[in-house]
């Protein structure tokens, strides 16, 4: 059974639109993390959360917000999407318990048209 | 920041050939893990080795921590090993993996 989700798989949006993409994981971890991905860039880090209530921002923020609302929930959210946030973005669960290895979702392929 | 490096950048293998891919980073690591990428884009956690030497499989990562590289060696290639190899270290405690580029493996039969 997949132990991180992510929805939806893909997504087109325009651009100056609201995009949610959201992210479940069965593992009981309390920490979870958004990565996207491009081409010439590798994985880069845009928010991470220790637990339910909690958002820190990662090394790429701008132009996203986080929201861990449980601790099974994460979700990225792109309030104005830009052409520029057309990505592949991957979210992630680790914690102490596995001395913070991290077990990542399928991705969720965004395009900002 | 962090840095992660990894060589070579590509690599073509015959089925049953070894190969050895290389990582080396910046700053002191925590937590280094090892994953491959499928060519359809799932991430696959293959082995977490912030020291020493591990084993799974057909893979061996060694990892020299004050060297600052980490060392992924696999045995016997076989076609479905084809895809993307990549290193990510951890420098404190809970934050983020920063990644390097990857090295893209093709197993020819």
């Known amino acids: 059974e997949a132990a991180v989700t992510q929805s939806p798989r893909n997504k087109v949006a325009v651009t100056g639109g609201k995009v949610t993409l959201s992210c479940n994981q069965t593992n009981n971890h309390n920490n979870m993390y958004w990565y996207r991905q491009d081409t010439g860039h590798g994985l880069r880090l845009i928010h991470y959360?220790?637990?339910?209530?909690?958002?820190e921002k990662g090394d790429i923020p701008d132009g996203y917000k986080a929201s861990r609302p449980s601790q099974e929930n994460f979700s990225l959210i792109l309030e104005l999407a830009t052409p520029s946030q057309t990505s592949v973005y991957f979210c992630?669960?680790?914690?102490?318990?596995?001395?913070?290895?991290?077990?990542f979702g399928p991705g969720t392929r965004l395009t900002v048209l | 920041g962090q840095q992660v490096q990894q060589s070579p950048a590509s690599l073509v293998l015959q089925e049953g050939e070894n190969a050895e891919l290389q990582c080396n980073f910046s700053s002191t690591a925590t937590q280094l893990q090892w994953f491959y990428q499928s060519p359809g884009g799932s991430l696959v956690s293959l082995l977490s080795n912030p020291s020493g030497t591990k084993h799974t499989g057909r893979l061996t990562s060694t990892t020299v921590t004050k060297e600052r590289r980490s060392s992924l060696h696999i045995s016997s290639s076989q076609t479905t090993d084809s895809g993307t190899y990549l290193c990510a270290i951890v420098g404190n405690y809970a934050q983020g993996l920063t990644f390097g580029l990857g090295t893209r493996v093709s197993v020819f039969p």
């Open positions: 959360s220790y637990g339910a209530g909690s958002t």
């Open positions: 992630a669960s680790g914690d102490s318990r596995n001395s913070y290895e991290q077990y």
